[in-house]
């Protein structure tokens, strides 16, 4: 990173102002008095000071929600050559994916730099709601729904009980929306497959109390400080 930047990321002055201080000599990097702007540090190992006072990167977290299309991996890179979620950010920082999302599966996914937030979102514990738009083959009875509410258990696994309720019901299939507070793999999609009403189309439309709104598909925004400030109250 250049000298100026990294005076500028400090919060010392502008990257203007930070080149007029180095070429008076008033920087210096590990003991040196550096005089030439273009100078470059490694943020992790060199020391930068201003007329003797040590300069810190204040790191700004990065978060974004995306509306993920299908055919889309939501890893940070892929071993087929496939399109990441994180392809689809125009963005220098390094950024991944929080949590997962099938290939299949279209709709909220929230990326960031940020792993202590992305740990907490990710830990079971906090059982973080997140509900999904299901397009279901047939119409669940109420019997069916009912053993979704209670909880089910599918091979090995037992997933916990979920909100669920039909929004639209047609003939050959039926719109449910669908809460769980896991994160289990292919959650929704076992859910449904247990009581013979498999997905044939499936997005997700919020994380907490994150909303996809009517952002499009394929498209990103970055989170208001209203969201950051929710994910970073998570305990
Ligand atoms: N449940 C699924 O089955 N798939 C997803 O992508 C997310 C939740």
């Given at each position: ?12 002055a502008?990257?203007?102002k ?6 008076e000599g ?15 540090v ?7 000071y ?5 300069l ?16 889309v ?21 390094r ?23 992305t740990?907490?979102l ?5 059982e973080?709601?997140?509900t ?6 047939g ?8 053993s ?19 929004l ?23 859910m ?5 009403h ?5 997005k ?32």
């Open positions: 990173m250049r000298l100026q930047k990294y005076m500028a990321h400090s919060g010392a502008s990257r203007r930070s080149e007029e201080f180095i070429s008033r920087v210096k990097v590990n003991n040196k008095v550096i005089t030439e702007p273009g100078y470059k490694d943020p992790d190992k060199d020391r930068v201003l007329d003797g006072r040590r810190k990167i204040i790191k700004k977290h990065t978060y974004i929600a995306l509306n993920k299309p299908m055919g991996v939501s890893t940070a890179s892929d071993e087929k050559g496939r399109k990441t979620v994180v392809d689809m950010i125009e963005t220098d920082e950024l991944y994916p929080i949590g997962r999302l099938d290939i299949d599966t279209t709709g909220l996914i929230l990326l960031t730099d940020d792993g202590e937030i740990n907490k990710t830990h079971p514990r906090h973080i709601k997140k999904y738009i299901a397009t279901v083959e119409t669940p009875d109420k019997r069916a729904l009912d979704l509410r209670k909880g089910i258990k599918v091979g090995n696994e037992k997933f916990k009980g979920a909100d669920v309720k039909i639209k019901s047609f003939e050959n299939d039926s719109i449910i929306r669908t809460t769980i507070s896991e994160g289990k793999n292919h959650q929704v999609k076992l449904y497959e247990k009581i013979n498999p997905v044939k189309k499936l997700r439309i919020s994380i907490g109390e994150i909303e996809l709104g009517d952002l499009e598909i394929g498209n990103y925004r970055y989170l208001n400080e209203d969201e950051i400030k929710y994910l970073k109250s998570i305990k």
